[in-house]
């Protein structure tokens, strides 16, 4: 189970809910890979994730747009790589079936999604929204 910390918020209330929703999801879905339900739990999560990357990555693509986020291109093409994987997972699923193999990936794609992408990449982007405040305030 992981939990939320403050120091995850990148300051902006709209993408800061959606990530909590993200993270809520995750552990469901960890809880059920570590009591043997992940082959059940995948298809639900995937759908989740397929809704739910159309909302968040919106909302944060048209944010970065508005501050002029330097990094705007890297961070959209991130967001389509994720995006991919998952339609990936959902196309392998479909011809294939569900396998061990395809809870593992998941697992690990959402992992790093956590690690290396929102606390880390979207964090820039409150990053940003910060020092641009602080520009306008001197
Ligand atoms: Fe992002």
Same mark, same amino acid.
């Given at each position: 189970?992981i ?12 993408? *800061?809910?959606?990530?909590?929703? !993200?993270?809520?999801k ?5 809880? #059920? ?5 992940g082959?059940?739990k /995948? ?5 989740? !994730?397929? *809704?739910?990357?159309i909302?968040?990555? %919106?909302s944060?693509? #048209?944010?970065?747009e ?6 705007? #291109?890297?961070?959209?093409?991130t967001?389509?790589?994720f ?9 392998? /699923? @479909?011809?294939?079936g569900?396998s ?6 998941l ?5 790093d999604?956590?690690?290396?992408h929102?606390? @880390?990449?979207?964090? !820039?982007? %409150?990053?940003? /929204?910060?020092?641009?405040?602080g520009?306008?305030?001197?």
């Amino acid at each position: 189970m992981i939990e939320w910390k403050e120091t995850y918020d990148i300051g902006v209330e709209k993408i *800061d809910c959606q990530h909590r929703q !993200l993270l809520v999801k995750l552990n469901e879905f960890f809880d #059920a890979c570590t009591n043997q339900q992940g082959k059940e739990k /995948i298809e639900e999560t995937l759908k989740f !994730l397929k *809704d739910y990357t159309i909302e968040h990555f %919106g909302s944060e693509e #048209a944010l970065m747009e508005e501050i002029d986020f330097p990094e705007l #291109a890297e961070h959209r093409k991130t967001h389509a790589e994720f995006v991919q994987t998952v339609l990936d997972l959902e196309e392998s /699923i @479909k011809t294939k079936g569900v396998s061990v193999l395809s809870t593992i990936k998941l697992n690990r794609t959402l992992t790093d999604w956590l690690i290396n992408h929102i606390h @880390k990449c979207d964090m !820039l982007i %409150g990053e940003c /929204i910060s020092s641009r405040k602080g520009n306008e305030a001197v």
